[in-house]
Nanobody
Framework: QLQTVESGGGSVQAGGSLRLSCAVSGWPYSRYCIDWFRQAPGKEREGVASIASDGRTNYLDSVKGRFTFSPDSAENTPYLQMNSLKSEDTAMYYC????????????????????WGQGTQVTVSS
C-alpha cells in the first residue's frame, strides 16, 4: 500500500501564502489524480482541489482564484499553491492519490492507490 505524505503547512497571517506538497514515494503508474481535502475542528472534511495528470483540475468555489496547482520539481505530483489565505482556510489538509482523473463530481475518479496521510496543518490568523 502506497502512502501519501503531506507537507508545507504552517502559520501565516491573512493574505499570506503557503505551498502544500503531496509526496507519494514509488508511484509506479503513468497516470495520477490527486485530491486535496481539509478538515477544520468541528466540521466535516471537504474537498478543496483536485488535479489529474491529463490536466483536468477542480477547485472548491471558495478557493477559486486563490489556490492553484503548479509543477513541483522535487516531487512527482504538482504542489498546491495557496495565496490570499483567509482565516476560514484554517484546517488540517490531506491528500490522496488515485489512478484516474477528475470526475464530473469534481473529485478524482478511479482506484485509490495511496490514501490520506497524516495531514499538514494550515493556520491563518486574521
Amino acid at each position: 500500500q502506497l502512502q501519501t505524505v503531506e507537507s508545507g503547512g504552517g502559520s501565516v497571517q491573512a493574505g499570506g501564502s503557503l505551498r502544500l506538497s503531496c509526496a507519494v514515494s514509488g508511484w509506479p503508474y503513468s497516470r495520477y489524480c490527486i485530491d486535496w481535502f481539509r478538515q477544520a475542528p468541528g466540521k466535516e472534511r471537504e474537498g478543496v482541489a483536485s488535479i489529474a495528470s491529463d490536466g483536468r483540475t477542480n477547485y472548491l468555489d471558495s478557493v477559486k482564484g486563490r489556490f492553484t496547482f503548479s509543477p513541483d520539481s522535487a516531487e512527482n505530483t504538482p504542489y498546491l499553491q495557496m495565496n490570499s489565505l483567509k482565516s476560514e482556510d484554517t484546517a488540517m489538509y490531506y491528500c490522496r492519490a488515485v489512478v484516474g482523473s477528475v470526475g464530473a463530481g469534481g473529485y478524482c475518479n478511479g482506484r485509490i492507490m495511496a490514501d490520506w496521510g497524516q495531514g499538514t496543518q494550515v493556520t491563518v490568523s486574521s
